[in-house]
C-alpha cells in the first residue's frame, strides 16, 4: 500500500502527464515558441534531439540534467530507464541503442506510462516498452540490462538505497548506471532543507553526495562518480522558485546560507565484470 506522500507525488506527475497530453492535441504553436509546453526539456538537451520528439514527451520532461548523453549507449544494448515520465529519455535511448537493442521505461504513474506508450507510436519507436511499477521494486529479471539511466527521480524515492539495490540486480555483469539527480553538496544548514526541498521539487529530501557514494558502494557498484552540472545559486534558486510560483519557500530558504549547497549532477556507476 503506497503511503500519503507517494500517493501525492503519484498525483502531482498524473496532473503532469495530463496536462501534457492536453499541450500535445492542442491546436498550438510548436513547443520551441512556447517553452512553457516543454517542461524542462530545452534548457537540457540538444536542439536536434528534440526535434525528432513527440510534443507530449517534452511537455512532460521534469528532469534536472540529460544522462543520457552522459551514458555512451552503443548498438544493441539493453537499458533501463528508472522513473521514465513522458519517455523522453527512453525514446532518445531507444534510437541511440538501434533496433537490435531494447529500452525499458518504467514508471508508478499510470497516466505517465499511457502517455509515453502513445509518444512511442508517435515517434514511431517500437524497440521501447514502458512498464508501470516501482523504482525500489523492479519488474524485471535479474541481469537482464547493460545500462541503468534516471532523471531527477531517485530523490522522489523514500527507500533509496532499495533503487540502487535493485539496480545492480538487474544489471548485467559489467553494466553501468548514469542518473541525473538533485544532491547537496555540502551540509544542508539546518532549518532550510525543507524550503529548499520545497523550490527543487525533492519531495523526498535532498541527499549529500556523500550518501550517494555510500548506497551505491555498499550495493556493489564501483567507479562511483559524481560530476556536478548546476550549483544551485541563489539566482538560481530565485528563477527557479519565481517560476514554480513558491516565493514563499525562497524567503524561508533564504533565511540561511544557502547558496551553492545543492544542485543537479550525474551520478555513475558500474558492476565488475
Same mark, same amino acid.
Given at each position: 500500500?503506497?503511503?500519503?506522500?507517494?500517493?501525492?507525488? +503519484?498525483?502531482?506527475?498524473?496532473? !503532469?502527464?495530463? /496536462?501534457?497530453?492536453?499541450? $500535445? +492535441?492542442?491546436?498550438?504553436?510548436?513547443?520551441?515558441?512556447?517553452? +512553457?509546453? /516543454?517542461? $524542462?526539456? #530545452?534548457? @537540457?538537451?540538444?536542439?536536434?534531439?528534440?526535434?525528432?520528439?513527440?510534443?507530449?514527451?517534452?511537455?512532460?520532461?521534469?528532469?534536472?540534467?540529460?544522462?543520457?548523453?552522459?551514458?555512451?549507449?552503443? @548498438?544493441?544494448?539493453?537499458?533501463?530507464?528508472?522513473?521514465?515520465?513522458?519517455?523522453?529519455?527512453?525514446?532518445?535511448?531507444?534510437?541511440?541503442?538501434?533496433?537490435?537493442?531494447?529500452?525499458?521505461?518504467?514508471?508508478?504513474?499510470?497516466?505517465?506510462?499511457?502517455?509515453?506508450? $502513445?509518444?512511442? *507510436?508517435?515517434?514511431?519507436?517500437?524497440?521501447? $516498452?514502458?512498464?508501470?511499477?516501482?523504482?525500489?521494486?523492479?519488474?524485471?529479471?535479474?541481469?537482464?540490462?547493460?545500462?541503468?539511466?534516471?532523471?531527477?527521480? &531517485?530523490?522522489?524515492?523514500?527507500?533509496?538505497?532499495? !533503487?540502487?539495490?535493485?539496480?545492480?540486480?538487474?544489471?548485467?555483469?559489467?553494466?553501468?548506471? *548514469?542518473?541525473?539527480?538533485?544532491?547537496? #553538496?555540502?551540509? &544542508?544548514?539546518?532549518?532550510?532543507?525543507?524550503?529548499?526541498?520545497?523550490?527543487?521539487?525533492?519531495?523526498?529530501?535532498?541527499?549529500?553526495?556523500?550518501?550517494?557514494?555510500?548506497?551505491?558502494?555498499?550495493?556493489?557498484?564501483?567507479?562511483?562518480?559524481?560530476?556536478?552540472? +548546476?550549483?544551485?545559486?541563489?539566482?538560481?534558486?530565485?528563477?527557479?522558485?519565481?517560476?514554480?510560483?513558491?516565493?514563499?519557500?525562497?524567503?524561508?530558504?533564504?533565511? #540561511?546560507?544557502?547558496?551553492?549547497?545543492?544542485?543537479?549532477?550525474?551520478?555513475?556507476?558500474? &558492476?565488475?565484470?
Amino acid at each position: 500500500m503506497r503511503d500519503a506522500k507517494t500517493a501525492e507525488i +503519484t498525483e502531482h506527475y498524473s496532473e !503532469v502527464a495530463r /496536462a501534457a497530453s492536453a499541450a $500535445e +492535441t492542442a491546436s498550438c504553436e510548436c513547443c520551441e515558441s512556447d517553452p +512553457t509546453h /516543454a517542461g $524542462e526539456a #530545452f534548457s @537540457l538537451y540538444a536542439k536536434e534531439v528534440l526535434d525528432e520528439l513527440p510534443e507530449g514527451a517534452l511537455a512532460a520532461s521534469r528532469g534536472c540534467g540529460d544522462p543520457v548523453a552522459k551514458a555512451d549507449l552503443r @548498438l544493441g544494448e539493453r537499458v533501463l530507464d528508472l522513473g521514465s515520465g513522458g519517455g523522453i529519455d527512453a525514446l532518445i535511448a531507444a534510437r541511440l541503442v538501434g533496433s537490435e537493442g531494447r529500452v525499458y521505461g518504467l514508471d508508478m504513474t499510470p497516466d505517465m506510462v499511457a502517455l509515453a506508450r $502513445e509518444n512511442a *507510436v508517435q515517434a514511431g519507436i517500437d524497440n521501447v $516498452e514502458f512498464i508501470e511499477g516501482s523504482i525500489d521494486d523492479i519488474p524485471l529479471p535479474d541481469s537482464s540490462v547493460d545500462v541503468v539511466l534516471s532523471n531527477c527521480v &531517485i530523490n522522489l524515492c523514500e527507500n533509496k538505497a532499495a !533503487v540502487f539495490a535493485e539496480a545492480k540486480r538487474v544489471l548485467a555483469p559489467g553494466g553501468r548506471l *548514469v542518473v541525473s539527480d538533485i544532491v547537496a #553538496f555540502s551540509p &544542508i544548514p539546518e532549518g532550510a532543507e525543507e524550503s529548499l526541498a520545497h523550490i527543487t521539487g525533492c519531495r523526498r529530501g535532498i541527499t549529500s553526495v556523500d550518501s550517494y557514494r555510500t548506497m551505491m558502494a555498499s550495493c556493489g557498484f564501483v567507479h562511483c562518480d559524481i560530476e556536478p552540472k +548546476t550549483v544551485y545559486t541563489t539566482d538560481v534558486l530565485k528563477e527557479k522558485a519565481e517560476r514554480k510560483g513558491r516565493v514563499a519557500a525562497l524567503e524561508a530558504a533564504l533565511r #540561511f546560507e544557502v547558496d551553492s549547497v545543492c544542485g543537479s549532477a550525474i551520478i555513475r556507476g558500474r &558492476i565488475p565484470e
